[in-house]
């Protein structure tokens, strides 16, 4: 089964980068799962919800564009041309910083996307960004 990112690709078009969500950013739903699951396997609840949520979402940068896309039934994309998006914005508290997981919030000409939270790292996922946009800035001119 191909992920979403590699059926969404178009002629030319390759991933540069791709990103995840850090299970850090996951562990309140984890922890809760390990310290029910003795109460008629409740905690099997938040544990199958914390690998659904890790594994439905996708983070890329192509050489077009950024792509995400979050959801298991439903499905939620953001997808942004490269020469339209204007920032992305790290969000890093102390544990964060600790344990390489951040929020990222990508802003496109004129809109503001909501924050990514919970996103391994976010540090390496900027560093692709802004290189995929430097190498894209220099094919066009």
Do not use: C
Request: glycine share 12%.
């Amino acid at each position: 089964m191909s992920s979403y990112v590699e059926g969404a690709l178009v002629k030319g078009e390759t991933i540069l980068h791709e990103g995840h969500l850090s299970l850090w950013g996951l562990a309140h739903l984890i922890a809760l799962g390990l310290i029910t699951l003795p109460l008629f396997g409740l905690g099997l609840v938040f544990l199958v919800a914390a690998y659904i949520r890790y594994k439905s979402t996708e983070l890329a940068v192509t050489t077009k564009r950024i792509i995400v896309k979050h959801g298991f039934i439903s499905r939620q994309t953001i997808e942004i041309n490269l020469n339209k998006a204007e920032s992305i914005q790290v969000d890093q508290g102390v544990l964060g910083r600790l344990f390489d997981f951040g929020t990222l919030v990508i802003s496109g000409t004129g809109t503001s996307h909501a924050p990514l939270t919970g996103i391994a790292e976010p540090m390496a996922f900027r560093k692709a960004f802004i290189e995929a946009q430097d190498s894209g800035s220099r094919r066009e001119g």
